[in-house]
């Protein structure tokens, strides 16, 4: 028996070196972190919910604010997906809580089903961010000042390209309270797309003209993605006049984005501006304008100004 084991080995030998990888291995994070978390959803749909529906209301309540600090500490990917599990696997409860619950109910639920999109997967998972879009939609006509900024929320966060637009444009351009105009502009940044954004052009001039310097700031930053003649026009009419520090930061960079030449004489002005939010706007929309960049002094710039 001895030489017919020798003699099978090397072939056993080869076998193993031939289903060896010959290079290092190489793993996306990003797939990576998108399969675990598809994963987990997957698990949490398939069991019985281990919270009824007033303590995953409870939660939510207190989850949403520290997924806001999170985010703006820029670490708030963890959170985000303990919270759209928690969500999506209470959805229907969080969607009769948002149509039929009592005010501080509604305004929790408004919020959170802004988290209900279960991204691609192959597993067959069915994401319910469409109904949660429907019923926020149907919301944009409440009275309720407070539950219409959270209604909004809902929809920034959700950023669904089929989200109607002239409800969220007369929200925009028509309503008294400035917070509630401030988010309309953060909603309609995250549902616009390249074929649609012409059909918002109107309302985003109106906005970069309100009296409210958050709403002003939000649609600079909607028109920097979606530049158009007319409100690279308009930018350049506002801009001289604008007196706050950050919304003459996001309309330098607006005009950067357009590479609008005729912003040039402005942007070298705001070089100077002992407001650092202001220079380094302008220096980067400078960049984008001419394709080089000549430091932080004006005068390294004066020779390319039409």
């Given at each position: 028996?001895?030489?017919?084991?020798?003699?099978?080995?090397?072939?056993?030998?080869?076998f193993a070196?031939?289903?060896?990888?010959?290079?290092?291995?190489?793993?996306?994070?990003?797939?990576?972190?998108?399969?675990?978390?598809?994963?987990?959803?997957?698990?949490?749909?398939?069991?019985?919910?281990?919270?009824?529906?007033?303590?995953?209301?409870?939660?939510?309540?207190?989850?949403?604010?520290?997924?806001?600090?999170?985010?703006?500490?820029?670490?708030?990917?963890?959170?985000?997906?303990?919270?759209?599990?928690?969500?999506?696997?209470?959805?229907?409860?969080?969607?009769?809580?948002?149509?039929?619950?009592?005010?501080?109910?509604?305004?929790?639920?408004?919020?959170?089903?802004?988290?209900?999109?279960?991204?691609?997967?192959?597993?067959?998972?069915?994401?319910?961010?469409?109904?949660?879009?429907?019923?926020?939609?149907?919301?944009?006509?409440?009275?309720?000042?407070?539950?219409?900024?959270?209604?909004?929320?809902?929809?920034?966060?959700?950023?669904?390209?089929?989200?109607?637009?002239?409800?969220?444009?007369?929200?925009?351009?028509?309503h008294h309270?400035?917070?509630?105009?401030?988010?309309?502009?953060?909603?309609?940044?995250?549902v616009l797309?390249?074929?649609?954004?012409?059909?918002?052009?109107?309302?985003?001039?109106?906005?970069?003209?309100?009296?409210?310097?958050?709403?002003?700031?939000?649609?600079?930053?909607?028109?920097?993605?979606?530049?158009?003649?007319?409100?690279?026009?308009?930018?350049?009419?506002?801009?001289?006049?604008?007196?706050?520090?950050?919304?003459?930061?996001?309309?330098?960079?607006?005009?950067?984005?357009?590479?609008?030449?005729?912003?040039?004489?402005?942007?070298?002005?705001?070089?100077?501006?002992?407001?650092?939010?202001?220079?380094?706007?302008?220096?980067?929309?400078?960049?984008?304008?001419?394709?080089?960049?000549?430091?932080?002094?004006?005068?390294?710039?004066?020779?390319?100004?039409?």
């Amino acid at each position: 028996m001895r030489p017919k084991l020798i003699a099978g080995l090397p072939l056993l030998v080869l076998f193993a070196c031939s289903s060896t990888p010959s290079g290092p291995i190489t793993v996306n994070p990003e797939q990576a972190a998108h399969d675990d978390f598809v994963q987990r959803l997957a698990e949490a749909l398939r069991r019985p919910p281990e919270e009824d529906a007033p303590t995953a209301l409870n939660t939510l309540e207190h989850l949403l604010p520290a997924w806001q600090a999170d985010q703006r500490r820029g670490r708030a990917a963890p959170l985000e997906n303990i919270l759209t599990i928690k969500v999506v696997s209470h959805f229907d409860d969080v969607l009769l809580a948002f149509q039929t619950g009592t005010r501080e109910r509604r305004l929790v639920a408004a919020w959170a089903l802004g988290f209900s999109r279960v991204p691609e997967n192959d597993l067959g998972l069915v994401s319910p961010h469409p109904a949660a879009r429907d019923a926020l939609v149907s919301a944009l006509r409440e009275p309720d000042d407070e539950l219409l900024r959270n209604v909004l929320l809902g929809l920034w966060k959700l950023g669904d390209e089929e989200t109607p637009l002239p409800p969220l444009m007369d929200v925009l351009v028509q309503h008294h309270d400035p917070d509630v105009r401030a988010n309309a502009a953060l909603a309609l940044g995250t549902v616009l797309r390249p074929a649609t954004a012409a059909a918002a052009g109107d309302a985003l001039l109106v906005a970069l003209g309100d009296a409210e310097p958050k709403v002003r700031v939000h649609a600079a930053t909607v028109v920097r993605r979606f530049p158009s003649p007319a409100a690279t026009q308009r930018l350049l009419a506002l801009l001289p006049a604008e007196q706050t520090p950050l919304v003459r930061a996001a309309m330098a960079t607006a005009l950067g984005a357009a590479r609008e030449r005729q912003a040039a004489p402005e942007l070298v002005d705001m070089l100077g501006s002992p407001r650092e939010i202001e220079a380094l706007a302008a220096r980067d929309a400078l960049v984008e304008i001419f394709g080089q960049d000549r430091g932080p002094n004006a005068s390294d710039w004066e020779a390319l100004l039409p």
